[in-house]
């Protein structure tokens, strides 16, 4: 499902990645089937976290897909600046705590998104810190985010926060929930 991007993949097709077996002339349905087997794929992945991409190509101006989460995955937090992009989450299933930054690592705002209480989405503007925390087992997300994709320009990490694998990511987690109060 989850292909290696690098910059040899600019204009391929995803599917001849062997990523994505979507045709860009059917409907694409999101049911509970498709939901949970990209949920169990996260669960036994390495980094706790996959995307199951809509978009046929990395060219394609709306990067769309499923993103599912589980709570041992960190997302450093990091800005889309080069080209600017914006992204958007709306929660599917379960709750993940969405969270902006200011440049020196401050939260400026956050949301817990969980359907069941009425908060389901939200849009982060391009150039902005932010980093999203799952809470719950099977948490999916449905994610566009501007094209096109290229792994080199993507996203920048922020300075002031641990790396992805880093010893000290969760306690970076636990801080920021505490900050929060979740």
């Avoid at 169990?40 to 991409?53: D, E, G, I, P, T």
């Avoid at 817990?112 to 809470?135: D, Q, R």
């Amino acid at each position: 499902m989850r292909g290696i991007r690098d910059s040899k993949d600019k204009g391929k097709s995803i599917k001849d990645k062997g990523e994505s077996e979507v045709s860009p002339r059917i409907m694409i349905k999101i049911d509970r089937k498709m939901i949970e087997e990209t949920s169990r794929m996260a669960a036994s992945s390495l980094r706790k976290r996959q995307n199951r991409n809509f978009h046929v190509s990395y060219d394609d101006p709306i990067n769309r897909m499923l993103n599912a989460v589980e709570p041992e995955a960190y997302f450093p937090p990091h800005k889309h600046v080069d080209p600017p992009k914006r992204e958007v989450f709306v929660i599917l299933k379960g709750r993940v705590l969405m969270v902006e930054f200011d440049d020196g690592g401050k939260i400026t705002d956050h949301v817990l998104l969980e359907a069941a209480a009425g908060n389901f989405g939200v849009e982060i503007a391009p150039g902005v810190w932010h980093s999203l925390i799952p809470l719950e087992r099977g948490s999916v997300l449905y994610e566009l985010k501007d094209g096109p994709y290229s792994k080199e320009a993507d996203k920048v990490f922020a300075p002031w926060a641990p790396a992805e694998g880093a010893a000290c990511a969760g306690d970076f987690v636990r801080k920021v929930l505490a900050a929060v109060g979740v």
